[in-house]
T-cell receptor, first 112, second 112 residues
Framework: QKEVEQNSGPLSVPEGAIASLNCTYSDRVSQSFFWYRQYSGKSPELIMSIYSNGDKEDGRFTAQLNKASQYVSLLIRDSQPSDSATFLC????????????FGQGTTLQVKP | DGGITQSPKYLFRKEGQNVTLSCEQNLNHDAMYWYRQDPGQGLRLIYYSQIVNDFQKGDIAEGYSVSREKKESFPLTVTSAQKNPTAFYLCAASGLLTGELFFGEGSRLTVL
């Protein structure tokens, strides 16, 4: 079992719709969770971090965390073609090293 | 500008040659990391360093070496022992234990 799993996609949504990206992780003691956006050929960019169960909103982005189910998700409201990218879920490993374990990423395509 | 600078952006290497990728940061972050990304894959950790003059192997350290002589600098050497070095290499930095990684623009290495 992979430590951090994401559906590679592509996930295709029409412009203006809500895109829902999902991620599961295997280490129950993980406490810190992150979403990165990566445009083709570019480096990842941090868009959300979440540490507590529940929802965290930032503009059009909402991160949701459920530690009991070992599940973290990212919702993008009013999706725009400029949101088309790969979204990487990352989980901080145990042991207080600061190391992040990344999923393989979900490719999002927003169609005009 | 504050950030992480990687050089070169593109590098071509002949088989059997060692190459060194540069990573410099002016964010004053303690921790620095090297990740490798292959097409359609997530990021895999090569080496990381939480403090000057100390570093640890990540998940795929074989065929790579690093040094951390200054807080600002964390160069990565890809040695001839690395059997499949063609990849996108990403350097990142974070404040200790936050997990919020900030990435450089990456170095794309191609072995001819």
């Amino acid at each position: 079992q992979k430590e951090v799993e994401q559906n590679s996609g592509p996930l295709s949504v029409p412009e203006g719709a809500i895109a829902s990206l999902n991620c599961t992780y295997s280490d129950r003691v993980s406490q810190s969770f992150f979403w990165y956006r990566q445009y083709s050929g570019k480096s990842p960019e941090l868009i959300m971090s979440i540490y507590s169960n529940g929802d965290k909103e930032d503009g059009r982005f909402t991160a949701q965390l459920n530690k009991a189910s070992q599940y973290v998700s990212l919702l993008i409201r009013d999706s725009q073609p400029s949101d088309s990218a790969t979204f990487l879920c990352a989980v901080m490993g145990s042991g207080n090293t600061g190391k992040l374990i990344f999923g393989q990423g979900t490719t999002l395509q927003v169609k005009p | 500008d504050g950030g992480i600078t990687q050089s070169p952006k593109y590098l071509f290497r002949k088989e059997g040659q060692n190459v060194t990728l540069s990573c410099e940061q002016n964010l004053n972050h303690d921790a620095m990391y090297w990740y490798r990304q292959d097409p359609g894959q997530g990021l895999r950790l090569i080496y990381y360093s939480q403090i000057v003059n100390d570093f640890q192997k990540g998940d795929i350290a074989e065929g790579y070496s690093v040094s951390r002589e200054k807080k600002e600098s964390f160069p990565l050497t890809v040695t001839s022992a690395q059997k499949n070095p063609t990849a996108f290499y990403l350097c990142a930095a974070s404040g200790l234990l936050t997990g919020e990684l900030f990435f450089g623009e990456g170095s794309r290495l191609t072995v001819l």
